[in-house]
């Protein structure tokens, strides 16, 4: 088999596992199984009388709860198929003698500890730094995968363009500022901290005066029971919630700026349309984040935020790449 086809059917496989991964999140499913990588000792949701009898023995401080339990367990034969799909990746490229070998081998690496921090999710009670460190490891995946299909297939990107190379900057920096708001958004979710402002374009009342910057920032805030539904105190997370907008803003004003430039400076018909779908990926996912506070986080819209975050991310990998690289 080909590396491209596989490519591409794993990176589209790698957006479902984040996305599922939001639902998951979302519908406050994420410690349905309380183990791992079983749900209550076994490899799928305990429903016959027997299976509880043994999951209320076993588990006596948890109720199960089938569907969250289900949408935890989805998740995982889903992220294992991924795995399963990058090993046969791996495999391939060693197979070809054209086929690169390191980037496979790190994408190898990652999903493994990928794997890892899906297990400390579950046993660390959905510490805040573990669960954000999983979103990332997810974006970090599907942006090398798609950077391994550029360079397995023979796209016609244009390289050298002396008007374009000197975006080169600007293009690495709206990918660091990207990543910097998707990490902000990944922190914001895991500390429950999506609806500490429910008014527009801030936050309402005394908020500026309320901001504690060092507590809602520090990563190893322990608990000695479960993470879920957050332990941070309100003014951390609404400021949290807060300099999430604030990145909002810096990220689409660093973007569109570069969009703009790209189609001021492109001849390329490909870089341009690049361009116009950075501009509609920025605007949609703007639209999303004043949605999901106007509408009170309706789980639609917020894991097609999450869905925005991916694309925008895969965006700028790609423009990135067609930019930096030689003739």
């Known amino acids: 088999m080909q590396l491209s086809p596989l490519l591409k059917l794993t990176i589209v496989f790698t957006l479902c596992v984040i996305l599922m991964g939001a639902y ?17 000792g076994m490899i799928k949701v305990p429903t016959q009388h027997h299976e509880l009898s ?43 003698q054209e086929a690169p070998k390191k980037l496979p081998s790190a994408i190898a690496i ?25 979103l990332l490891g997810g974006m970090a995946l599907i942006s090398l995968l798609l950077l391994l299909f550029l360079r397995t297939k023979p796209l016609r990107i244009p390289g050298g363009d002396p008007k374009l190379r000197k975006l080169a900057p600007l293009a690495l920096i709206g990918l660091g500022v990207l990543v910097i708001q998707i990490m902000l958004g990944g922190w914001t979710s895991s500390n429950y901290a999506a609806l500490a402002c429910t008014e527009l374009p801030f936050c309402e009342g005394d908020w500026i005066n309320n901001l504690q910057p060092s507590h809602a920032f520090y990563p190893l805030h322990l608990s000695d029971d479960s993470y879920e539904f957050g332990i941070l105190d309100y003014p951390s997370r609404m400021t949290i919630h807060v300099s999430h907008r604030f990145g909002a803003i810096i990220t689409a004003t660093v973007l569109l700026w570069l969009a703009y430039r790209m189609l001021m400076l492109s001849q390329s018909g490909l870089m341009k349309r690049s361009a116009w779908l950075l501009i509609g990926l920025v605007i949609a996912q703007v639209a999303l984040g004043i949605s999901n506070v106007v509408l009170n986080l309706p789980l639609g819209i917020a894991v097609s935020h999450n869905a925005g975050a991916a694309l925008l991310l895969l965006t700028l990998v790609f423009i990135n790449y067609a930019i930096w690289r030689k003739a």
């Open 54 to 96: 043994h999951a209320q023995t076993h588990f006596p401080e948890h109720t199960v709860e089938p569907e969250k339990a289900w949408l935890e367990m989805i998740h995982r034969y889903i992220a294992g198929t991924l795995g399963l799909l990058v090993v046969y990746i791996l495999f391939i490229s060693f197979k070809q």
């Open 24 to 40: 998951t999140r979302l519908s406050d499913a994420g410690l349905g199984c309380p183990d791992w990588p079983g749900c209550y």
């Open 110 to 134: 990652l999903i493994l500890f990928q794997a890892a921090l899906g297990m400390w999710t579950v046993t660390m009670k959905l510490m805040p730094i573990v669960v954000m460190s999983h």
